[in-house]
C-alpha cells in the first residue's frame, strides 16, 4: 500500500511562532487532506489539496504532487492550535484514505 | 463543510454484550462510509468501506463478524461491535464522501469504547 510519512512527529512552539509541517507519500495520489484532531477526538478539515496552494486564515497548505510532498504552514501560532495534525492521501485507482502517523504540536503561552 | 452526526459519543459496556454505533450525514446524502479505529497516540486505521444498499467492504485483518456494518440508507451507516472484549475498546470515527470513490471527506465526532 502507499505510504505517508509525517514529519516531525512532535512539535513544541511558542505562542507567535510559525511552523511548517510536511507530509512524504509514496505513490501518485487522487486526494490529500490535511486534519486537525482536537483534544477531544473530533477530525477538523482543514485543507482539501490533491495539488497546488490554498490559505485560510493563518493556515495555508501547498501539495507538489509530482513530487509527492505536502506542507503544512502554521503562522503566529495559538495555544488553540494545540493537538495532532494528520496527513491523508487517497492512493490513485483507490478509493480510500490512508492517514499518516500525524505531528503532534504543543504551543505554549 | 458537510456535517457527519455520530451517536453515542462515550459508551461503556461488560464483557460479551454488543454496541451499535450509528453514523449519520446531516446534510449531504453519502453513497459510501468509511469506519475508522484509534487506538491511544496512534493513527487511525481504516476497518471498512460501506456502500449504500450493498454488503461492507473490510480491510485485511478486520473480522466481519465482529464488526457488523450496515448502511441502509443514504444518510445513515450502523457499526455493531457484537460480543465486545476489552480489547475492542477503541475510538471509533466513521467518515462520509457525498460521491463515488472519495473525494472530500468528513468525519464524525467519534465514539470511545470502553469494554470492561
Known amino acids: 500500500g502507499i505510504q505517508v510519512e509525517q514529519s516531525p512527529p512532535d512539535l513544541i512552539l511558542q505562542e507567535g511562532a510559525n511552523s511548517t509541517l510536511r507530509c512524504n507519500f509514496s505513490?501518485?495520489?487522487?486526494?490529500l487532506q490535511w486534519f486537525h484532531q482536537n483534544p477531544w477526538g473530533q477530525l477538523i478539515n482543514l485543507f482539501y489539496i490533491p495539488s497546488g496552494t490554498k490559505q485560510n486564515g493563518r493556515l495555508s497548505a501547498t501539495t507538489v504532487a509530482t513530487e509527492r510532498y505536502s506542507l503544512l504552514y502554521i503562522s503566529s501560532s495559538q495555544t488553540t492550535d494545540s493537538g495532532v495534525y494528520f496527513c491523508?492521501?487517497?492512493?490513485?485507482?483507490?478509493?480510500?484514505?490512508?492517514f499518516g502517523k500525524g505531528t503532534m504540536l504543543l504551543v505554549s503561552p | 463543510g458537510a456535517v457527519v452526526s455520530q451517536h453515542p459519543s462515550r459508551v461503556i459496556c461488560k464483557s460479551g454484550t454488543s454496541v451499535k454505533i450509528e453514523c449519520r450525514s446531516l446534510d449531504f446524502q453519502a453513497t459510501t462510509m468509511f469506519w475508522y479505529r484509534q487506538f491511544p497516540k496512534q493513527s487511525l486505521m481504516l476497518m471498512a468501506t460501506?456502500?449504500?444498499?450493498?454488503?461492507?467492504?473490510?480491510e485485511q485483518g478486520v473480522e466481519k463478524d465482529k464488526f457488523l456494518i450496515n448502511h441502509a440508507s443514504l444518510t445513515l451507516s450502523t457499526l455493531t461491535v457484537t460480543s465486545a472484549h476489552p480489547e475492542d475498546s477503541s475510538f471509533y470515527i466513521c467518515?462520509?464522501?457525498?460521491?463515488?470513490?472519495?473525494?472530500?471527506?468528513?468525519f464524525g465526532e467519534g465514539s470511545r469504547l470502553t469494554v470492561l
Open positions: 460501506s456502500n449504500e444498499g450493498s454488503k461492507a467492504t473490510y
Open positions: 467518515s462520509a464522501s457525498a460521491g463515488r470513490g472519495t473525494g472530500e471527506l468528513f
Open positions: 491523508a492521501v487517497e492512493r490513485r485507482g483507490y478509493s480510500t484514505l490512508t
Open positions: 505513490d501518485s495520489v487522487n486526494n
